[in-house]
């Protein structure tokens, strides 16, 4: 392989961590992991760019598994900002909620306000990254090489030899 495995790595990761860190955006990866494999694909396309050769299957598998990796670290680094940020907006929004549902059992209303707190929001982002890190790195190793399939270069008919009839 002549090009390098850094940049279309870390261009999937920033697809697969953002888009899985932003919110409402990231229930994407609830229809069939969309931003996982979608990292992988973006990644052996960038791949496939860096190169005038096609790119093998097993090279857009190797970019995607990277990605899959880079990407987990990017939503651990995304999503602690985020989540401490949408914290006390989500915790209004509760609230409101809370006050509007006057039947609702008091050890329910004690887990939901407790639920939104800044370490709970932090905990969570950490048990996320470690399910992000292997399926992230499982799910983006099959775009990487559906990415392979897909943008591969297509060689020239001049270049394949076809052996004489025997």
Same mark, same amino acid.
């Given at each position: 392989?002549?090009? #390098?495995?850094t940049q279309?790595? !870390?261009?999937?990761?920033l697809?697969?961590?953002?888009l #899985?860190a932003l919110p !409402?955006?990231y229930? %994407?990866?609830?229809c069939c992991? +969309?931003?996982?494999?979608s990292? /992988? *694909?973006?990644?052996? =396309?960038?791949?496939?760019?860096?190169q005038t050769t096609p790119?093998?299957?097993g090279?857009g598998? +190797?970019v %995607? +598994?990277?990605? /899959?990796?880079v990407g987990?670290?990017v =939503?651990?680094?995304?999503s602690?900002p985020?989540?401490? &940020?949408m914290a006390p907006?989500?915790?209004?929004? &509760?609230?409101r909620?809370?006050e509007?549902?006057?039947n609702m059992p008091p050890?329910l209303r004690? =887990?939901? #306000?407790? @639920?939104? @707190?800044?370490g709970?929001? *932090?905990g #969570?982002a950490?048990?996320n990254?470690?399910f +992000? &890190?292997?399926?992230?790195?499982a799910? @983006?190793?099959?775009?990487?090489?559906l990415g392979a399939l897909?943008?591969a270069?297509?060689?020239?008919?001049g270049?394949?030899d076809?052996?004489p009839?025997?």
């Amino acid at each position: 392989m002549k090009a #390098s495995l850094t940049q279309p790595a !870390l261009l999937g990761g920033l697809v697969v961590g953002v888009l #899985s860190a932003l919110p !409402l955006i990231y229930i %994407g990866n609830l229809c069939c992991c +969309l931003w996982l494999v979608s990292g /992988g *694909v973006v990644a052996a =396309y960038a791949l496939q760019q860096n190169q005038t050769t096609p790119i093998a299957a097993g090279d857009g598998a +190797l970019v %995607g +598994l990277l990605a /899959g990796v880079v990407g987990a670290f990017v =939503y651990l680094i995304v999503s602690i900002p985020i989540n401490l &940020l949408m914290a006390p907006i989500e915790q209004r929004v &509760l609230q409101r909620l809370l006050e509007t549902m006057n039947n609702m059992p008091p050890e329910l209303r004690e =887990y939901a #306000s407790r @639920s939104t @707190s800044p370490g709970m929001r *932090v905990g #969570s982002a950490i048990v996320n990254f470690i399910f +992000l &890190l292997f399926l992230g790195a499982a799910f @983006s190793t099959i775009g990487g090489v559906l990415g392979a399939l897909i943008f591969a270069r297509k060689t020239p008919p001049g270049i394949i030899d076809i052996p004489p009839p025997a």
